[in-house]
């Protein structure tokens, strides 16, 4: 079979399309034996028939019998009728009449499609294979991904982005006390990682983009000069995208890496995308980054949980990677979920780029709407020095603040080259709601979006979207400005002035950076809990130079300042009094006032 003619097919899927149409009789698990557990069920609510309860035989199997009639078929002397009759069931609604005739819900019946589904819920038999040991449609589905993608190797992930963070960071921690360098913004799964591994964190500070407030990811300066410091470090991580769809170019910090010897290991949990279409960024894998994962149901097609791990290059000790993503990942792996993993592939190399053409006319038309609305702003890179600014784009009041940024968050202008078109990220330029307050709204109009913060609200696109979501998005945003319009009568210098007081308590939640040094000193983590009696209180000014025995996190966004063991140093401490005093919210803090933080005694 050609290339073109193998890419069109998606082996795992097929494999359980005809598990389910051979009608096998199952005597393996899953216990529903391909939805007959719920079958007749379903067949008699679609007939408006009640459901039966078996109430005598019930009885007797709770003695220990079994009744049969004459014939000695089993409970056929049941009188159905008066089982119905007495327990008042109503399969159509749910519900029955208790004895003491109160409704209580039953809930038996499934929806069809669910019950279709379970058809294909298999497990590992012959002619499904085994997510552990591929040797056959698994197989053949995660090479003809690694096609797909640009990778050597792909896995198939059942627990999403995060069984591959784990799998990654516990294969190049080989012994303990391995040092990794890690970017400090990162997913909780990769903190889970380093204490699973025992490992130590030298934490990199991530570049922040002066013109939004928020965090990118390391620059290649503060990259290199982390090697330089930590040459036997184990490896590099980083997060690209942001969840705000921000980026920059990989390879200069994949040639820092490679360079040392590391590899250079990438959360694309948001963008499986990238790279498919000539609009979106390229993809961390082109960019020679050497294990990336991504997040298949978030940005395409795959059921939720459905991810891939991708590898390329010598770096990576695919043995050890194997044996760790059999520890991670259940040895009993969805097998619906793998299946919309091959799908979401096959959509792909079948159509190309063309599967993003909907999608794309569908946020473009919102973008373009969004530019008749004033009152509402579309975040967007910052044009180079001596570009104009595209037609009904106006510079953020957030921009107009960069002159109170420290020199240690705009150490390139390459921190954030890249921006996911998909993702949408709005704020009221009237400064009258905060993102919440804006997402309670949307959402009171029907749409849902992604996330938001204090100022922002992430609306995400994708492959799915319509312009039919677009237009209802955007008059959903003209009621808003609507409503409260009365609110937000105010000159743009008013607005502007409104923003800027606000945007240095705003952009400093992101802006947990230490002056003068672009990294942290090794960070141990390990699953052993922190004991009360290792620790004391201290008021925060006579914190400095103690370890820490808590995380700080100021939220949003949920930027770790301080981690657990890590040494706190004068800008540290400046600055957590500095958010207490501006009121940001805390967590991982057990004085949520933050008046006195817990330290290690020693």
Same mark, same amino acid.
């Given at each position: 079979m050609d290339h073109k003619n193998k890419s069109t097919r998606a082996p795992l899927y097929e494999a359980l399309l005809a598990y389910r149409d051979s009608k096998q009789r199952s005597f393996h698990v899953p216990g529903h034996k391909n939805g007959q557990a719920y079958r007749h069920l379903v067949e008699q609510a679609e007939a408006g028939q009640p459901p039966v309860k078996d109430i005598v035989n019930e009885e007797h199997q709770h003695n220990g019998e079994i009744q049969t009639d004459a014939g000695g078929n089993v409970n056929g002397g049941i009188e159905r009728s008066s089982s119905v009759e007495k327990h008042g069931a109503d399969m159509r609604s749910g519900e029955r009449l208790s004895a003491e005739g109160t409704r209580s819900e039953i809930g038996l019946v499934p929806d069809r499609s669910f019950l279709e589904m379970m058809e294909m819920d298999v497990t590992e038999i012959t002619g499904t294979d085994d997510l552990h040991h591929p040797e056959g449609v698994i197989q053949e589905a995660q090479e003809l991904a690694a096609d797909c993608f640009g990778a050597e190797e792909s896995f198939f992930l059942v627990g999403g982005s995060t069984a591959g963070n784990l799998s990654l960071l516990l294969t190049v921690c080989d012994e303990p006390n391995s040092i990794v360098l890690v970017q400090r913004n990162v997913h909780k799964s990769v903190i889970h990682g380093l204490m699973l591994a025992g490992a130590r964190a030298v934490f990199?500070?991530?570049?922040?983009?002066?013109?939004?407030?928020?965090?990118?990811?390391p620059s290649v300066?503060?990259?290199?000069?982390?090697?330089?410091?930590?040459?036997?470090?184990?490896?590099?991580?980083?997060?690209? !995208?942001?969840?705000?769809?921000?980026?920059?170019?990989?390879?200069?910090?994949?040639?820092?890496?490679?360079?040392?010897?590391? !590899?250079?290991?990438?959360?694309?949990a948001h963008g499986a995308h990238y790279g498919q279409h000539p609009e979106l960024p390229v993809s961390a894998l082109s960019c020679g980054a050497d294990g990336v994962v991504q997040s298949t149901h978030k940005m395409l097609t795959a059921f939720t949980m459905g991810a891939m791990l991708h590898i390329q290059g010598p770096r990576l000790n695919r043995s050890l990677l194997r044996q760790r993503l059999a520890m991670v990942q259940s040895s009993s792996p969805s097998y619906p979920v793998m299946a919309s993993l091959d799908l979401a592939r096959r959509l792909?190399?079948?159509?190309?780029?063309?599967?993003?053409?909907?999608?794309?006319?569908?946020?473009?038309?919102?973008?373009?709407?969004?530019?008749?609305? !004033?009152?509402?702003?579309?975040?967007q890179q910052e044009p180079p020095a001596g570009t104009a600014m595209p037609a009904g784009m106006s510079v953020s009041a957030a921009q107009q603040t960069r002159e109170g940024l420290t020199a240690a968050a705009k150490p390139s202008?390459?921190?954030?080259?890249?921006?996911?078109?998909?993702?949408?990220?709005?704020?009221?330029?009237?400064?009258?709601?905060?993102?919440?307050?804006?997402?309670?709204?949307?959402?009171?109009?029907?749409?849902?979006?992604?996330?938001?913060?204090?100022?922002?609200?992430?609306?995400?696109?994708?492959?799915?979207?319509?312009?039919?979501?677009?237009?209802?998005?955007?008059?959903?945003?003209?009621?808003?400005?609507?409503a409260n319009g009365h609110e937000q009568v105010q000159s743009n210098t008013?607005?502007?002035?409104?923003?800027?007081?606000?945007?240095?308590?705003?952009?400093?939640?992101?802006?947990?950076?230490?002056?003068?040094?672009?990294?942290?000193?090794p960070i141990s983590f390990t699953l052993q809990p922190i004991v009360d009696t290792d620790t004391v209180n201290v008021p925060i000014e006579e914190s400095v130079g103690c370890r820490s025995a808590e995380m700080v996190v100021p939220y949003p966004p949920g930027i770790p300042l301080v981690y657990p063991g890590e040494r706190l140093s004068p800008s540290m401490v400046t600055r957590i009094q500095l958010l207490r005093d501006e009121g940001a919210k805390f967590h991982g803090v057990s004085d949520a006032s933050l008046q006195v933080l817990k330290v290690m005694k020693n």
């Open positions: 990199l500070e991530p570049w922040v983009d002066h013109a939004s407030g928020l965090a990118v990811m300066e503060t990259v290199q000069a982390a090697v330089q410091s930590y040459p036997e470090a184990k490896g590099v991580l980083v997060t690209l !995208p942001n969840y705000y769809g921000m980026g920059a170019d990989l390879t200069p910090i994949a040639e820092v890496c490679h360079a040392a010897g590391m !590899p250079l290991l990438v959360d694309e792909l190399h079948v159509q190309g780029a063309n599967t993003f053409t909907a999608g794309l006319a569908a946020v473009n038309a919102f973008k373009r709407g969004l530019a008749e609305l !004033p009152r509402f702003q579309l975040l202008a390459a921190g954030y080259t890249a921006q996911d078109p998909f993702k949408a990220v709005i704020y009221d330029g009237a400064g009258v709601l905060s993102g919440y307050g804006l997402q309670q709204q949307l959402e009171a109009c029907g749409c849902v979006p992604e996330m938001s913060d204090e100022r922002y609200v992430v609306l995400l696109f994708s492959l799915g979207s319509t312009v039919q979501d677009a237009q209802h998005l955007l008059q959903a945003l003209h009621h808003i400005s609507s008013e607005s502007s002035h409104q923003l800027a007081k606000g945007s240095a308590h705003y952009i400093s939640t992101w802006n947990n950076l230490q002056e003068n040094t672009r990294y942290s000193e």
